[in-house]
């Protein structure tokens, strides 16, 4: 069973970056690819991006190259999210999905960690 | 890349079926049968109900199916209930290697 647990929420200045993380377990850490998701306030979901945890490669959708990183930790199996530059724009939720590797769908969802970006 | 297109709202009565479109191009709904559906409760975590354009996971009711024609995947409800009452997202891969969402459905029960 696919456990995702994501960190606590943030609250940023316009200008500063945040580093969201998640925690995988209940499964082989490079068994799954992780995606992340944003939803801001009564929004839809937008895809940012996704990361291979075997060998750390990286998509990263359109609207978000240059601004966001993705990484992974295979000792703690942790991903990693970091989005730069924020803007009030970036207040949202943001979730980590977990996608069996071949499968193209993530069946399995973090509870979300909220980033706030306030002046 | 752009967002899937999908109707702001759709509504029904209870028992009634409902459809929701998911249109794309044939670069992302259209070139794989990689289309999954997502149903969303307010404030709750988005719940997996469709993969490959129209398998259900287990422990997803069959009265949920998808389906596909060309650059537009569709998402059928039917027998509608009050708790069907939620958001409904589309989300396809690309040829990219990139993946997308659809705008979200409304979907309410009169």
């Known amino acids: 069973q696919v456990h995702l647990v994501q960190s606590g929420p943030e609250v940023k200045k316009p200008g500063a970056s945040v580093k969201v993380s998640c925690k995988a377990s209940g499964y082989i850490f490079s068994n799954y690819h992780l995606h992340w998701v944003r939803q801001a306030p009564g929004q839809g979901l937008e895809w940012m991006g996704l990361?291979?945890?075997?060998?750390?490669?990286?998509s990263y959708a359109q609207n978000f190259q240059g601004r966001v990183s993705m990484t992974r930790d295979t000792s703690t199996t942790t991903v990693y999210m970091e989005l730069t530059s924020l803007t009030f724009d970036d207040t949202a939720v943001f979730y980590c999905?977990?996608?069996?590797?071949?499968?193209?769908?993530?069946?399995?969802w973090g509870r979300g960690t909220l980033v706030t970006v306030s002046p | 890349q752009s967002a899937l297109t999908q109707p702001a709202s759709v509504s029904g009565s209870p028992g009634q079926s409902i459809t929701i479109s998911c249109t794309g191009t044939?670069?992302?709904?259209?070139?794989?049968?990689?289309v999954s559906w997502y149903q969303q409760h307010p404030g709750e975590v988005p719940k997996f109900m469709i993969y490959d354009v129209s398998n259900r996971p287990s422990g997803v009711s069959n009265r949920f199916s998808g389906s596909k024609s060309g650059n537009t995947a569709s998402l059928t409800i039917s027998g509608l209930q009050a708790d069907d009452e939620a958001d409904y997202y589309c989300?396809?891969?690309?040829?990219?290697?990139?993946?997308?969402f659809g705008t979200g459905t409304k979907v309410t029960v009169l």
């Open positions: 990361i291979n945890p075997r060998d750390g490669d990286t």
């Open positions: 044939s670069s992302d709904v259209g070139a794989y049968n990689y």
């Open positions: 999905l977990g996608e069996c590797n071949g499968c193209y769908y993530p069946e399995s």
């Open positions: 989300f396809s891969y690309t040829t990219s290697n990139t993946y997308v």
